[in-house]
Structures are given as C-alpha cells and as structure tokens.
C-alpha cells in the first residue's frame, strides 16, 4: 500500500531518520518506540507535512511530494498534541478541511456527533482543553476519503467513552479498505482493534517487529 525509499530526514545537518527501504501493506499498523525515536516525525513524513529526501510512495501511484494535492487526498494526520489559531473555533476549521479534504455531504455533523465536537462547536480553540483539541484534531483525520489515516497518540487525554466510540469507528473504515497506523505509549489493546503488524522505531531506523501478513 505504501512504499518508502531511501528516505533520510535530518535536523540542522543531523540525521535523524534513515529508512532504506520499507513496505507496508494495508491494514492496521502500530508503530512503537521512547520518546525521541523519531515515531512522530516518521508520520509527519508520510502525512507529507515535513521535507525529506528520498521517495514516500502510495498504492504505487502517488509520490508525496511529486502529487502533493493527490496524495494529500488520501492520506490524513491526527496529530499527538495538535495546536490551532487561537481565535479559530471548531467550525472554521472544520470547513476549511472538510473543503480542502472535498469531504461528502453530511459527513462533518456525522464525525462531529461521533466525537462529541458539536458541544464546544463555535468556541474558539484558545478555550479548549487537550481532551477537546484531540477530539477536534480526530474529527479533522477522518474528513474526505482516506484511504490511509495517521494517528499519532490517539489515546491521550481521550475520555473513554468517546475512545470507545472513535474505535468502533475505526473498525468499520477498515472493513471498508481504510488502513490506520498509530502510535501510543499507552497499551494498543485497550483500541480493541487487530493490529496488522507492529514496527520498531529507534535510532533512526524502521523494522518489523510482529505481524499477521506473512504467518
């Protein structure tokens, strides 16, 4: 599904991530490693939301950063810990990605209500606790049709209610060709979903550590 090549991402001259080469098919995929390992950088990476150099390629036909516009259409970001303009509310932007995204009639107030987003829905972001920017910066990962959603911590600062409801979700996108990778430094199994297959991320590098895909 997605095929990374010779990617090298460095910091004011220093390297940081280096994968040669790196598979991934579809399915659900957790992506485990310390703090500083590079895991949030790597999902920046493919979000095409960081420069790099070397190739992120997506079902063999979208290069992220050749066919940014197509590419970016079909794979979404939910950050770890998302920051807005303070002055913007969940409704503007909302609207901004859902047209960006071409998001189809009636699926904003769906994910709105899912995620419980239409109880601070005009209120500024700068009046939002962590719990409510992550709701907020969820509803925005689903918005279009992904074919590929990046979710970085989702389990932090989530309710569990709204938890259980988001991952039910997840479930059904899945059963419908949708893939997700995550990150957590919480327990993966508390999602309820069946992982694919679990990579390693430490220094600098990529490897597979477990999966479903080859027994």
């Known amino acids: 599904m997605l095929t990374v090549t010779d990617l ?23 992506f ?37 516009v197509d590419y970016r259409l ?7 810990e998302p920051v807005y303009p303070d002055f913007l509310t969940a409704r503007d932007l909302t609207a901004f990605v859902a047209k960006a995204k071409r998001a189809p009639a009636g699926q904003v107030d769906q994910l709105a209500d899912l995620l419980g987003v239409t109880a601070f829905w005009t209120q500024p972001t700068r009046t939002y606790s962590s719990g409510m920017l992550k709701k907020l910066s969820l509803l ?9 959603v990046l979710l970085d911590e989702p389990l ?17 996108q899945v059963r419908r060709g949708v893939s997700v ?26 490897h597979l550590t477990s999966d479903a895909f080859t027994g």
Do not use: C, M
Not at 74 to 80: G, K, L, Q, S
Not at 140 to 148: C, D, F, S
Not at 181 to 206: E, F
């Open 156 to 172: 932090t600062t989530l309710d569990v209610e709204t938890a259980a409801r988001l991952f039910d979700f997840v479930h059904q």
């Open 32 to 68: 485990r490693g310390s703090n500083g390992s590079g895991k949030t950088t790597f999902l920046r990476i493919v979000a095409g939301l960081l420069p790099f150099t070397g190739t992120v390629l997506l079902d063999n036909t979208y290069d992220s950063q050749r066919q940014p």
């Open 181 to 206: 990778w995550l990150t957590s430094h919480q327990d993966v199994a508390l999602t309820g979903l069946p992982i694919t297959a679990t990579w390693q991320i430490s220094t600098g590098t990529i």
């Open 74 to 80: 079909r794979v979404n970001y939910a950050e770890a």
């Open 140 to 148: 925005l990962a689903w918005l279009g049709r992904p074919q590929l």
């Open 8 to 30: 090298n991402k460095a910091y004011e001259g220093k390297t940081v991530l280096t994968v040669p080469k790196l598979t991934v098919p579809p399915g659900i995929h957790y």
